[in-house]
């Protein structure tokens, strides 16, 4: 006689979980991989029952049930969720614990926070930064997605550092990300995000340095672009090209570029207007357009 297949034992985890009520430290990885599985599925959802979760995890989930999930990516996170559970059934067999790998293995094996109602405010901060910004799906996909995730996670661990410390360590991934063509402003808007979710469920003091290190992007960019800026620019961007725009708020997007330019976070801001104006992306006529957008960009930056 076997027992449960991984795949079986794997949703059975997530199901015991739809009812998010485990609280505090979390040791096994396979619970971590279930808690994260399933928050991403509220957000996805747009609900916190139970048994809307427990119907999306179960292949049954309608458009009754949640009338704003986009329900193909309700099913992709399903399987996403049963393959971290896997994972972290693995590693509790093995005696490991529980880091970033366990839900998103190309992150390696960082510390991330393994409390449970933080690492929930954590998901959600991340998925919801991802939501307000087509960007992120239209260039990264759902790699994007568990990386989000898993940034988020770790950035709620610094909060117990002093302020210095924290604003060093979100400088570095602040660079770190706008090489890879993310604008610190992303990451300053997942900060606040995360500021807010983690001030939602815990005392006030657990968000500790994370609202000075969001500041701290904040300044650096403001002394080359205000937001008054960000909104011209996306403003320049939509007359200049009405529905052509490669992605919503390309104009802000290009504009917090030029700040980390300015402010020495990248050398240049190629990662991200590059990619705006690729000709494979967008017409040559868009192109032009994003880069007269850019040139009046540059000019108006401080």
């Known amino acids: 006689m076997t027992g449960p297949q991984p795949v079986d034992e794997a949703r059975q985890l997530l199901l015991e979980h739809v009812d998010r009520t485990v609280t505090g430290p979390l040791e096994d990885p396979a619970v971590v991989a279930a808690v994260v599985g399933v928050e991403r599925l509220v957000v996805a959802t747009r609900s916190t029952d139970a048994g809307v979760l427990r119907r999306a995890l179960e292949g049954e ?3 009754g049930d949640a009338p704003d999930a ?10 996403e969720g049963e393959n971290h559970v896997v994972a972290g059934l693995v590693r509790r067999a093995e005696g490991l614990g529980a880091d970033a790998a366990v839900v998103n293995a190309d992150a390696g094996g960082h510390e991330i926070t393994t409390d449970a109602t933080l690492l929930r405010a954590a998901v959600r901060a991340a998925q919801r930064s991802i939501d307000a910004m087509p960007y992120y799906g239209a260039r990264y996909g759902a790699r994007g997605s568990r990386f989000a995730t898993t940034d988020s996670a770790w950035l709620v661990s ?6 210095a410390g924290a604003v060093k360590q979100v400088q570095w991934l602040a660079r770190v990300l706008a090489a890879r063509g993310m604008p610190s402003w992303l990451l300053e808007i997942h900060l606040d995000e995360l500021v807010r979710e983690v001030r939602s469920v815990a005392d006030p003091a657990a968000v500790g340095a994370l609202p000075a290190a969001a500041a701290a992007l904040a300044a650096a960019r403001r002394a080359h672009v205000d937001d008054e800026l960000l909104d011209a620019a996306d403003a320049w961007a939509d007359d200049a090209l009405g529905d052509d725009r490669p992605v919503p708020r390309a104009g802000a997007l290009m504009a917090a570029a030029v700040a980390d330019a300015r402010s020495g976070v990248t050398r240049d801001d190629t990662a991200l207007v590059g990619w705006l104006t690729d000709g494979e992306r967008v017409s040559a006529a868009a192109a032009a357009a994003l ?12």
Request: proline residues 3%; glycine residues 0%; charged residues 40%.
């Open 291 to 302: 880069r007269e957008v850019h040139r009046r960009i540059v000019e108006a930056a401080r």
């Open 70 to 79: 986009d329900l193909p990516r309700v099913r992709e996170l399903v399987a």
């Open 61 to 63: 989930l309608t458009r």
């Open 158 to 163: 610094l909060a117990w550092l002093d302020e």
